[in-house]
């Protein structure tokens, strides 16, 4: 079957392949959206500023 050094490479390998799965399962979940909304609310708050002083003006 494996080997012991065979084995602690598959046990590296899994390791870092979930690592790497939840690393990603956490940018697209969290981070990408919270970005995206962020700059959304900027780009609204700008906007909104703009129409302001436009009507000050």
């Known amino acids: 079957m494996f080997e012991f050094d065979q084995y602690l490479g598959f046990l590296a390998f899994l390791t870092i392949l979930t690592i790497g ?6 940018l697209l979940l969290f981070v990408v ?4 909304g962020g700059n959304l609310l ?12 436009e009507r000050e003006a």
């Open 21 to 26: 799965f939840w690393l990603m399962m956490f």
């Open 33 to 36: 959206p919270y970005w995206l």
């Open 42 to 53: 900027e780009i609204f708050k700008e906007k909104r500023a703009a129409k302001k002083a």
